[in-house]
């Protein structure tokens, strides 16, 4: 973490982020988030207040970037390279999914903004951002069409699997889990048996190729 001194507005934001989201349980994306969440990291309050003039979506968009970089830190040093790709996804929209657990609440209140019109455009970059980073942790260098459904894709089914965890009263999440490994499963399903019908161009199904055409679940 940078020095007070040092510290860019970026790395306010970030340091911040985590603490509103706890606050965000009880007083949602609010200025009163924001000020609790300075308080507890010794920030001043005008200091926390310019680093989000555009107000929720902004604290939004931070505690989002805040488990990117958790992520990053966590899959970036090569702890993937001997896992399946299909086990790699899993395994990144799964650590995703554990750092909402206990925030739930301030989730669902963080969906209602972003689903607000004048959000829209902006929470979808935040999706596909997102779906970005994964894939590329997850070792994807396509640079064609798949580039781009692959995360369209994935983006869909990691929102898709947060409905359901957030909801989810299992024991450890498990309906979320099998609800994730379902969604993997069908397309594997899917795309097997559209090779052989296509007259089995390759010996070997492409997993990567597959996952990134994932269909958004209907249920």
């Known amino acids: ?30 200025d009163d988030a924001l000020l609790a969440a300075a308080k507890a990291q010794g920030v001043d309050p005008a200091l926390a207040r310019l680093a989000f003039p555009g107000g929720a ?11 990117d970089a958790r992520m990053e830190a966590r899959f970036g040093n090569g702890a993937l390279d001997n896992v399946k790709i299909r086990d790699r996804i899993r395994d990144l929209v799964w650590f995703r999914l554990e750092q909402v657990m206990g925030l739930e609440e301030a989730f669902s209140r963080a ?4 689903a607000m019109p004048q959000n829209v455009a902006r929470a979808l970059k935040m999706g596909w951002a997102s779906a970005d980073r994964m894939w590329r942790l997850a070792g994807d260098t396509a640079t064609d069409y798949n580039h781009y459904t692959k995360r ?26 099998a609800f994730l490994d379902r969604r993997i499963e ?10 052989k019908w296509l007259g089995g161009e390759r ?17």
Not at 4 to 22: G, K, Q, S, V
């Open 1 to 30: 973490m940078a020095q007070a001194d040092e510290e860019t507005l970026d790395d306010l934001r970030l340091r911040l982020a985590p603490e509103i989201a706890l606050s965000a349980v009880f007083d949602g994306w609010s």
């Open 111 to 114: 969906l209602a903004i972003q």
């Open 186 to 195: 069908g397309v594997m399903k899917f795309e097997k048996a559209k090779a």
């Open 152 to 177: 369209a894709i994935l983006a869909s089914i990691y929102a898709a699997t947060l409905a359901v965890f957030v909801n989810d009263e299992s024991e450890g999440k498990a309906d979320s889990r």
């Open 57 to 67: 979506m902004d604290m939004i968009e931070a505690w989002v970037g805040s488990v």
């Open 203 to 219: 010996e070997h199904f492409d997993v990567a190729r597959f996952l990134g055409r994932l269909r958004y679940p209907s249920s």
